[in-house]
């Protein structure tokens, strides 16, 4: 009879239907950089059930084991703790001496594994690296395999999102407003980590850095689409509410440094921000704000040459008696004349127009603007010039207390 906490932690596996599904890309390219990370010939995500271990992704060896006896598996034991395990010699641990794959060919020796463990805490698998000879990793390889783990398990609960999500579809359950917070907060997490990845990778990994690079990029491209369509879906079926809560707003412009400046890095431009603002409490609708901010910033990038330059400002200011969060984000991009400036926010252009580096966009992130800053009885003002530049300044009054509409 199975325990009632590894009963548990079978539920949470088979929860992401994951299990003896088609190798995917994302998955792929993870164990490929693990490999790549840690020099070592071989890496792959297990994870064990009751009864087997099975591989999502093999790296540098052969499809035979994608499939094995639970009892055979090394992975079994680093799900049974929450730290990685390593093993320098298989062949002299008496738990693997005799699995088939350490003793018989390919002769397996050394193994790290980081074990995936979802948010309510069980752990499903592991991403391990193994090779062919006794060594150890040192303790910055053993924390950027840990990082990947993180990934891993984010990209899981993408995906389990994603049926869910598409079960709610069916049932027409408020899908739209589901959609908006269970992909974006994944996407955001991978994006996250990424970015911190590629802080951890030595300078002189290519590789590693092209592919975390690629995975940073994809992600944001992916996260921006679908705030854009689900945004704009369920602002024409008015599903949208204010959300006031208390917010730093030093938190929100740290949030967009983080997410904006790998963009800004790969175009030359100079992103620069300047909050004047002490370090209180504001009450806004901080994840509207939040998409307020981020298109306006996404936008300007886009529409930026190289080395062109973007600045953003934020400040609290007195508007006719109402103290009022002003949001302003200037670039030095291609501008638009006057006419076109006014027809901004009255007209939809689906599929949007191509940035300066060729960047494709939905086109719905200024509606999305109009409609969260109106959300916030806020305005608009903008100033363009063809081929200087253009700056958007949002104001929105600060509430006094929580409301909803």
């Not at 938190?251 to 800004?264: G, H």
């Not at 370090?279 to 509207?288: L, Q, T």
């Amino acid at each position: 009879m199975i325990d009632t906490d590894e009963q548990k932690r079978l539920d949470a596996l088979h929860s992401y239907n994951i299990l003896e599904t088609e190798p995917e890309t994302e998955f792929d390219e993870l164990t490929h950089l693990a490999a790549s990370i840690c020099n070592a010939p071989v890496a792959m995500i297990n994870l064990v059930d009751e009864e087997y271990q099975w591989s999502k992704s093999l790296f540098g060896i052969t499809n035979s084991i994608r499939k094995i006896r639970k009892e055979r598996s090394i992975c079994q034991y680093t799900i049974q703790h929450d730290t990685l395990l390593e093993i320098p010699n298989l062949s002299k641990d008496n738990r693997f001496k005799d699995v088939p794959y350490v003793k018989n060919k390919p002769h397996l020796k050394y193994y790290l594994g980081a074990p995936l463990k979802n948010p309510d805490g069980y752990n499903i698998g592991a991403l391990c690296v193994l090779d062919y000879k006794e060594r150890h990793l040192p303790e910055k390889q053993r924390d950027q395999l840990k990082i990947l783990a993180r990934q891993v398990m984010k990209n899981f609960e993408l995906q389990k999102q994603n049926q869910q999500l598409a079960e709610l579809n069916k049932q027409q359950v408020n899908l739209m407003k589901i959609l908006s917070h269970d992909l974006r907060s994944p996407l955001s997490g991978i994006i996250g980590m990424s970015d911190l990845l590629e802080e951890l990778i030595s300078s002189d990994q290519e590789e590693a850095h092209e592919m975390v690079s690629l995975l940073n990029q994809s992600a944001k491209q992916v996260n921006q689409f679908i705030d854009d369509i689900l945004n704009y879906t369920i602002i024409e079926s008015k599903g949208f509410s204010l959300n006031v809560v208390p917010a730093y707003i030093h938190t929100v412009v740290e949030n967009m440094k983080r997410l904006y400046m790998p963009s800004a890095k790969l175009k030359d431009i100079d992103l620069t921000f300047d909050v004047d603002i002490e370090n209180e409490e504001v009450r806004i609708d901080v994840e509207k704000f939040e998409q307020i901010f981020g298109n306006l910033i996404s936008n300007a990038l886009k529409f930026t040459q190289k080395n062109g330059s973007v600045y953003c400002q934020v400040e609290i200011k007195k508007i006719d008696g109402v103290r009022t969060l002003v949001l302003k984000v200037k670039d030095t991009g291609v501008g638009m004349d006057e006419e076109k400036a006014d027809q901004l926010f009255t007209t939809l252009n689906i599929g949007g127009k191509k940035g300066t580096s060729g960047e494709k966009s939905t086109g719905l992130g200024l509606s999305i603007i109009k409609h969260f800053t109106e959300l916030h009885n806020g305005n608009i003002d903008i100033q363009s010039t063809p081929g200087e530049g253009t700056t958007f300044k949002i104001s929105l009054p600060i509430q006094k207390k929580n409301k909803s509409r």
